[in-house]
């Protein structure tokens, strides 16, 4: 039977307990069980969690990621005084808002057909006409020449001014990675209550000893997968015994590491365990299971943070352009006239979704043009 006290401050586990995800969903972790932490704790570190996923979402966006449910993750980002909408690899520029010209109704189109019906059925619902209007001359469809909305790659400026990570929210969710992976593949070892007590403390209530280091690591050895084992991009959480250590490694990206100790007087079995999941297809997922020591933590010095983040900015945004590329070499076409005829099928449909899920606003008054 596994064990049924929460890994943190050992309050009882019941049929209540909500699951506990290792990795955060929002960054594509499925990994989850009900035995590891009870409600109190999930629902402290769920904002932790949050904070991360936040810091994390722009560059999830550019580089193709999908949460646990296998749904895009979005962004809004910024460049030049304009707003992209961004997800799986590239932007769109926000559509900018409807406006009347001498009685007419006049609007932006995306390039996409769909796209295309649901922004004519929206504006023709949300300014209170029907389908027919299409039929008089009450509105004009025109393509906006000075609107460029061809997708937007992501850009070095707009990426990592996002990019803030490493503050000691993300660290404690960081160590909690760890703790948890140890909780779901060793449940016993979990519970060594006084060996992990630092650690504990600090995910579930803050408590630094400074003796409980989570850094930014360079290196590319101090860890247990290699990296032609996992997906490029990989996020990542390792725990290893090395003599009387207990290490950690968190990867994210494939290339943005920290590494520290859950415990520096480990008092168990040797052991080293590894979980990876692919964020781009969180089904995929690799993982690592020995009874035997891992490697030692690289020598930690404070020059190390920066070399980490520098050598993590040039990898993310190699990654990046080669997605984007990718992305913006398909064949793209700038919106031509609207085929209003072969349309109007999917208008009247997405037209009566939309009446469907709300009435339908009352006209406004318009002030007459003077
Ligand atoms: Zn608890």
Redesign the pocket.
């Known amino acids: 039977m596994p064990p049924q006290f929460?890994?943190?401050?050992?309050?009882p586990l019941g049929p209540e307990t909500v699951r506990a995800h290792i990795i955060p969903q929002c960054l594509g972790g499925r990994l989850h069980s009900r035995t590891i932490?009870?409600?109190?704790?999930?629902n402290a570190i769920s904002p932790l969690e949050n904070d991360l996923c936040k810091a994390l979402r722009a560059p999830s966006a550019a580089l193709r990621a999908r949460d646990a449910e296998n749904q895009p993750i979005r962004a809004e980002m910024e460049a030049d005084g304009k707003t992209y909408d961004y997800a799986d690899g590239l932007g769109n520029q926000r559509l900018p808002a409807p406006k009347y010209e001498d009685g007419e109704l006049v609007f932006p189109l995306p390039g996409d057909a769909d796209k295309l019906a649901e922004v004519i059925a929206y504006q023709l619902w949300s300014h209170h006409k029907k389908p027919a209007a299409l039929d008089t001359d009450t509105i004009r469809i025109e393509p906006d020449r000075t609107f460029h909305i061809k997708p937007h790659p992501p850009e070095r400026k707009m990426l990592f001014s996002e990019l803030k990570v490493g503050t000691d929210a993300h660290m404690r969710v960081v160590v909690k990675m760890a703790l948890e992976l140890l909780a779901y593949v060793r449940p016993d070892d979990a519970r060594r209550w006084d060996v992990l007590r630092p650690a504990r403390l600090y995910v579930?209530d803050g408590v630094d000893d400074g003796k409980l280091p989570a850094r930014f690591d360079a290196s590319d050895g101090a860890g247990l997968f290699r990296a032609d084992e996992v997906p490029q991009l990989a996020h990542a959480v390792e725990v290893w015994t090395h003599r009387q250590n207990l290490h950690y490694r968190v990867t994210f990206f494939g290339g943005l590491h920290i590494t520290g100790s859950l415990s520096t007087r480990w008092n168990g079995p040797a052991f080293s365990i590894g979980h990876a999941l692919d964020p781009q297809q969180p089904s995929r997922n690799v993982t690592k299971n020995t009874e035997s020591d891992g490697p030692a933590l690289g020598v930690y010095h404070p020059e190390v943070k920066k070399q980490a983040w520098d050598k993590f900015e040039e990898w993310f945004m190699a990654r990046t352009l080669e997605i984007s590329k990718e992305v913006t070499s398909r064949p793209w076409q700038a919106p031509g006239e609207p085929d209003l005829a072969a349309l109007r099928p999917v208008i009247e449909e997405k037209f009566a979704a939309l009446l469907k899920r709300k009435r339908q606003p009352r006209p406004k008054k318009r002030k007459p043009k003077a």
Do not use: H, L, Q, V
């Open positions: 929460c890994i943190y401050r050992r309050e932490c009870c409600n109190d704790c999930n579930r």
